[in-house]
């Protein structure tokens, strides 16, 4: 019985895969041919939301998620793993993270949790913390930073949606404010988010004056999430995962524009350093 059971499983998850692809290829094709064979960067937000039905229905959930359910029901802290050691961590790093999320979709800032809109967080420590902390091991740092209530986060929403063309009224300022919204600071002390002033190309934006970014972490909706936030109406489940979650370390770029404070993340350069553009993204939005 157990083995029938496995191998209905394993068709299930096969059948699932071969519709995600078939998913993928079809926003791909969507958005290919709405703004050129050879752009495949940016949706529209219709190709978006479908894609998101079926990660929340049937995708896969982050690697290495955190393991810090009891938090949503009182617990005051969770063990967390980083880079091979473990530490500790206040349930607080992951309500407030909760509360950055209902507030992001309250807003009109984030509509979905994976990567076609927003899935991933800098962090940043004030400039006089990190000059404390900056020669201690890594997974120290993490584990310093996480208990610090001056720590806030970037967030970078709408990654890869396409304005639609401005003779549409409707669909075109809603979606454009979407865009506008996409650079949010959460903070870990209980304040409100805030939304900083977009950049008139459409960039995210760089880690506030006097912060020193460090590191990130992911989120991903998934049917079988260790968290849930309820908002709209609706309940989503997600993990959360500290920037090992896939053994690479995260940058973030301080000055991708000199005289400006444009800037461009990466998930794939070291922990403060400066980072190049991404080339996938240096293509101004229209």
């Known amino acids: ?47 978006i939301e479908a894609a998101y039905r079926y ?122 404010s979407w865009i506008d919204k996409r650079n949010v600071l959460g903070f870990f002390d209980g304040r409100p988010n805030k939304i900083l002033t977009p950049d008139p190309r459409g960039y995210g934006v760089a880690m506030p004056d006097g912060y020193w970014p460090y590191s990130g972490f992911e989120f991903l909706a998934s049917p079988l999430g260790e968290l849930f936030a309820f908002v709209a109406n609706k309940t989503i489940t997600f993990d959360i995962g500290l920037e090992d979650d896939n053994a690479e370390t995260w940058g973030f770029s301080r000055s991708a524009d000199s005289g400006s404070k444009l800037a461009r993340t990466s998930s794939r350069s070291s922990p403060g350093s400066v980072s190049s553009l991404d080339p996938a993204r240096k293509r101004e939005r229209k």
């Open 1 to 47: 019985m157990k083995k029938k059971s496995r191998g209905l499983s394993k068709i299930t998850r096969t059948i699932c895969g071969l519709a995600f692809v078939a998913a993928i290829d079809l926003i791909v094709v969507t958005g290919a041919l709405g703004d050129g064979i050879f752009n495949k960067w940016f949706f529209t937000a219709e190709s």
């Open 55 to 176: 990660q929340e229905d049937y995708g896969e959930r982050l690697r290495n998620p955190l393991r810090a359910k009891e938090c949503l029901f009182g617990s005051a802290e969770f063990v967390a793993s980083y880079r091979g050691g473990e530490f500790t961590v206040p349930c607080r790093f992951i309500t407030e993270t909760v509360r950055h999320f209902k507030e992001m979709i309250a807003a009109g800032a984030a509509r979905y949790l994976f990567p076609l809109d927003a899935n991933h967080g800098h962090l940043g420590i004030p400039i006089a913390t990190w000059e404390k902390y900056k020669q201690l091991a890594p997974d120290r740092v993490m584990q310093k930073i996480l208990r610090d209530p001056s720590l806030i986060v970037l967030y970078h929403t709408a990654e890869h949606v396409q304005i639609p063309d401005a003779r549409d009224d409707a669909l075109h300022g809603d979606v454009k």
